[in-house]
């Protein structure tokens, strides 16, 4: 195994964190990373390419959230929340456009559906939290869920647009609902001190990869079937492929090393040693698979990297 490897893309004496885990973090066109940053005061969205490093600011409100950005998989745009608004960024112009403004509420943990028409979004107001849906095109926003209890994030479901995934702080942690509200039940049933995290679905399936209690490495399909393991592995953080095949995860025990597990065998390969800090830190492919970009610890700040696949002796996903 060797040590540290990959290319320092974005570093320095302030916070630079890759997107959240549920989105990639490298554009459609796999030239650039995005990235967030509190370098300029408050939290703003930059972009640098991946040949030269050198980064762009793309936003300057200093006020984006940093759990709600999501980056399509097939155009120019990057989707996010400031306060009660929630906006797309044209990656080539810089045209930005409001697609809803919830007046008085906080929007978190944008998530897009597979033919990227609609956003889910969590909203905070007035010390509850609801789930709403916007159009992409700006046309329509509405909260169409809102449940007896905290959500965290939420996640659109790759391989049917009728479900969502939701997190929440309660007693059971993982959650399906339809888009339309209806049918709201647990996922994966445990016991109320058993942490769960990392939730998300496994490429473009209705699997849910999580890391249960021990860092223990588990898949479930949507419907409640079929809980088992994904890996002989404890992790602490883990992200899944576009297409499902691989699963990055950084290993609990022993302890910061990032590895790559094929999703269908359960084999297991370490890459490298990473600084995390003992930290969850973010993790994510390009949109081809050919990229893995991931969060790391340098100087006691937060920066991003990214790693060929096949500089790893790997295949593309696809």
Known sequence: MKETQGKTIAAGPYENRPLPYASSSIDADETRVLFLSNRAGGWNLYSA???????????????????????????????????????????????????????????DSLSLNADETVLVAVVRKDASDALARIQTDGSDARIFFDPPRSIRRAHCCPANPLWVLYSSRSEQRMWTVTIRGWKDRPLYLHRPDESVECEAFLGKSETVLFIARNGELKAIERNGERLRPAADIQARSAAASRCGRWIAVETLDPPGVLALINAETGQTRPLFHINSGGKRMRLSFSPSGRRLVFEERIAGRSAARVVSMSAAGLQPSR
């Open 49 to 107: 390419p991946i040949a030269s490093g050198a980064a762009v600011q793309l936003t300057d409100s200093g006020k984006v959230c940093p759990s709600s950005p999501v980056l399509s998989a097939a155009e120019p745009y990057l989707y996010y929340a400031a306060g009660g608004r929630a906006a797309r960024l044209h990656l080539d112009t810089l045209e930005e456009r409001t697609l809803a403004d919830f007046d008085g509420a906080v929007l």
